[in-house]
């Protein structure tokens, strides 16, 4: 919960005197995360079987006499369904905004960044909630696929003939299906550099490089964000840990983040460092050459759509 007293809202009211009281605001109360979506357009509906529970109309919204509308949380890229072009192009320019640039993050973000020899490839893997603990293991297997085949550029007999040798089960497996991401596609960008055929990272890797031709694309420094507490030791992550000798999660770099240790809510007095954990994996994740992230999840498109896309100068990406 937000601390609405001492909060940068509140200073900034006060800071310009804008006087606001419980008559002029506007309270919608949630009590999940998905209760409310907002819609722009009044004659359009939200999909017959959508996660929002209920359909707010920006339009009949701005009509309220309160000043202040105060909202338990807007997470969720879909949560905005927007269809007017004016609607679309503010939220670009909010969105657009939102690269994380905090002046404490910044430079622990930089020094893992330089540690990792500043070209790396990186994927996003959330596994500890709800769909994405129950999809863990098809999702693990995709990104795997995205990144071995997609990224890395193993051809499709390769990246077979790979998963049959490290998979545990004695079994012939077809490629999952990779679902085409139609938003990115419709924000074409640039093409990448081509990865290197060596790579430099200032810290040593996991285990011995590939030195067969085919596989020698697999060195490439990886950096995988998760929520998994304990990713080096989970068995989701195993296949990955065969996979690329030169693997990375944040737990690796435990030493860099000390500058984070005495930082301190002036308002409670509770230390912040925990709270930007995932704050700093995803600012690290988004420096990486290409992403690769857990489909469904707000973190991970956030990173690819936004932080990746600012990183690397280009358009970002609209959903909803």
């Given amino acids: ?181 139609v938003p990115s596609l419709r924000v074409p960008h640039p093409p990448l550099p081509p990865l290197p055929h060596t790579f430099k990272p200032k810290i040593r890797c996991r285990a011995p490089l590939h030195t067969s031709a085919p596989l020698q694309r697999l060195n490439a420094p990886l950096y995988i964000a998760t929520d998994s507490p304990n990713p080096a030791a989970d068995p989701l992550f195993s296949v990955y840990l065969q996979t690329f000798p030169c693997i990375f999660f944040l737990s690796d770099f435990t030493f860099r983040l000390t500058p984070l240790d005495a930082l301190i809510n002036p308002y409670d007095q509770v230390l912040l460092k925990g709270f930007l954990m995932p704050v700093l994996d995803a600012m690290v994740l988004a420096r990486a050459r290409e992403v690769v992230v857990t489909d469904g999840s707000t973190f991970g498109a956030f990173v690819k759509d936004v932080l990746w896309r600012r990183h690397w100068g280009f358009e970002i990406v609209q959903r909803g």
């Fill in 1 to 181: 919960m937000i601390q609405w007293d001492g909060s940068p809202a509140a200073e900034y009211m006060k800071k310009f005197h804008i006087n606001i009281f419980d008559a002029d605001t506007l309270t919608l109360q949630d009590s999940g995360p998905y209760d409310f979506r907002f819609l722009d357009t009044l004659d359009d509906v939200s999909p017959t079987r959508d996660k929002y529970l209920y359909s707010i109309y920006i339009p009949t919204l701005a009509q309220a006499p309160e000043r202040l509308v105060q909202i338990g949380t807007l997470f969720g890229s879909s949560r905005l369904r927007l269809r007017q072009n004016v609607s679309k192009s503010v939220r670009k320019d909010v969105r657009s905004e939102m690269a994380f640039t905090n002046p404490h993050l910044s430079p622990v973000a930089d020094t893992i960044y330089e540690a990792l020899g500043t070209v790396y490839i990186g994927a996003h893997l959330r596994v500890g909630d709800g769909q994405f603990e129950q999809r863990s293991t098809d999702n693990a297997r995709t990104i795997w696929w995205k990144l071995v085949h997609l990224v890395c550029g193993l051809d499709l007999e390769e990246t077979l003939a790979l998963e049959q040798q490290l998979s545990p089960f004695d079994e012939d497996l077809d490629p999952p299906f990779i679902q085409p991401d």
